[in-house]
């Protein structure tokens, strides 16, 4: 079996080289198809940070087993991790928080064994962003409803297949009824599948505090990306940090396994850099491609190591700091003599692909537009702006201005203070024709200066948009 490895910038190499010494030592038998990704591919040219001949050999082998990888802040080339990620469709982000022997945490010592699961591919992680004006940004949130199934299916499945009682869903659908709203219905849809599963959910900030307080309260925990990447940071934190967390990007073809820790630039080339992250993730990668046998001797292996590393001669000493040289040639010695496991059947064929697929649910229910929400600038105060956009509307009402997302028009409070950015909304009674919108943004356009408009739906008898905080339910 070939696999493709990318080692990666800063620390990547180090505790990649650790790692296939190890799986060198655990007669792991696996062939690897070494690429080029990451920081040097990137500023040679390649905007994706993903050289064509990785490219092309992830997309055969099926599997990349990669080191982290450098992201400029603020400016320059995207993530190369999210770029890979949802370049190749990993739509779940799999992290297993394990507390390991004599691992020293935070918090009181526990016995750990938690499973979140992170929608990898949607949520503001497209980082679909705009500057609307000169003072105001936008970033736009995309959840679907094909993307969210595919997220809580895969979790339930796997779920199921470890023989989890209960499955939490965490979300924010108090705040964002629509988005967040979306991604829960679609847990509660795809949970019915699973009766013999608990299946429940929790706001995530309540979710935060409970992690902190009572971790072996949660089995499996799905959520969307954005939470779900700081929420497990925070999960990485209980059992001893970034140092001792796996992940696997899980694709319908191809998937991705890395620690989740970055490539920590503080301590490049000193021998410090703790390989434990990404051995768990290769025995993931090894489970992944039924060699869980091979996956079990390391972890056992990894249990006598990470005992010895941490042994205390006198305790009221301070834990020495784990040495990457010392880790691999422990785990080596607690290798030697164990027999090379057979190997076992490849759980999931990967078949390469030619064209994307699309993905629609199905049924789809009927859609009606009656109406338009306008973003424009304007440094007029809302009564005197709401005078002027009155006469534009045309067949449809001018219904509310807001600012920020708080309404300011027909009713207001003189505190709450607006920049010079608006939402103006404009509503039929009925459905009306795409063109009636377009005929009134038109006229919008030709006294003011327009940043972006939404259509206002109506599917399948719900109304498909917010209201601005503080507006009336018309229809209550
Ligand atoms: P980081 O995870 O690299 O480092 C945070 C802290 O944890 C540092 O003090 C570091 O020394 C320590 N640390 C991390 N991994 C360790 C290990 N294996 N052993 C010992 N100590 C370890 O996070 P950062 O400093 O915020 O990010 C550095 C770079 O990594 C950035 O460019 C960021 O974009 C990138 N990054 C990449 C990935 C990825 O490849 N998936 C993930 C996170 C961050």
Redesign the pocket.
């Known amino acids: 079996m070939k696999i493709t490895v990318a080692k ?1 910038d ?2 990547g190499p180090e ?1 990649m080289d650790a790692v296939l010494d190890i799986f060198v030592a655990a007669k792991v038998p696996l062939d690897y198809d070494l690429v080029a990704m990451g920081k040097q591919v990137a500023l040679a040219g390649d905007v994706t940070g993903i050289s064509p001949e990785a490219r092309r050999s992830v997309e055969s082998t099926g599997i990349l087993f990669k080191g ?4 400029p802040k603020g400016g320059g080339y995207k ?1 190369v ?1 999210v770029t890979a990620r949802k370049l190749w469709g990993t739509f779940a982000n799999k992290r297993v928080f394990r507390t390991l022997p004599d691992v020293p945490t935070a918090v009181r010592a526990r016995n750990l064994h938690l499973t979140m699961v992170r929608e990898n591919i949607e949520d503001t992680y497209g980082a679909v962003e705009h500057m609307q004006t000169h003072d105001v940004a936008q970033c736009r949130r995309f959840i679907t409803r094909p993307g969210s199934e595919q997220v809580h299916r895969y979790t339930f499945e796997m779920a199921a297949r470890k023989g989890a009682r209960r499955v939490t869903c965490a979300h924010k659908a108090n705040i964002m009824k629509l988005t967040d709203g979306l991604f829960l219905e679609a847990f509660y849809d795809v949970a019915k599948d699973y009766p013999q599963i608990q299946a429940d959910d929790v706001i995530v900030d309540a979710l935060a505090m409970r992690l902190v307080l009572a971790p072996e309260d949660f089995d499996v925990v799905v959520l969307p990306n954005l939470q779900g990447d700081i929420l497990t940071d925070l999960a990485a934190g209980l059992v001893g ?3 001792y967390a796996p992940s696997a990007n899980i694709g319908d073809g191809i998937c991705i396994f ?10 490049v080339g000193q021998d ?4 434990t ?1 990404l051995l768990l993730s290769g025995t993931m990668m090894l489970r992944h491609l039924g060699l869980v046998e091979h996956a079990a001797t390391i972890e056992g292996a990894l249990d006598v190591t990470l005992r010895a590393l941490h042994r205390r001669p006198d305790l009221a000493q301070p834990i020495p700091p784990l040495r990457t040289g010392r880790f691999v040639d422990t785990m080596v010695e607690a290798l030697r003599g164990s027999r090379p496991p057979a190997p076992q059947a490849v759980e999931r064929p990967f078949v390469p692909r030619r064209e994307p697929v699309m993905r629609v649910t199905e049924p789809v229910p009927t859609t009606a537009l009656v109406g338009v929400d306008v973003f424009l600038e304007s440094s007029l105060a809302p009564a005197p702006l709401a005078e002027q956009l009155k006469a534009l509307g045309g067949p449809l009402a001018l219904t509310m201005i807001s600012n920020r997302g708080t309404q300011v028009w027909p009713t207001g409070s003189p505190h709450t203070d607006c920049i010079n950015h608006y939402r103006v909304r404009f509503e039929a009674p009925r459905e009306v024709p795409q063109q009636a919108l377009t005929e009134l943004l038109a006229r919008a356009a030709a006294a003011f200066p327009l940043c972006g408009a939404e259509w206002l739906r109506v599917i399948g008898g719900r109304r498909a948009y917010s209201l601005a905080q503080g507006q009336a339910d018309a229809a209550a």
């Open positions: 990666g800063g620390i505790v982290p990888m450098e992201t993530s991790n940090g970034l140092a890395e620690a989740v820790h970055g490539t920590a630039p503080d301590i410090l850099a703790n390989p992250a």
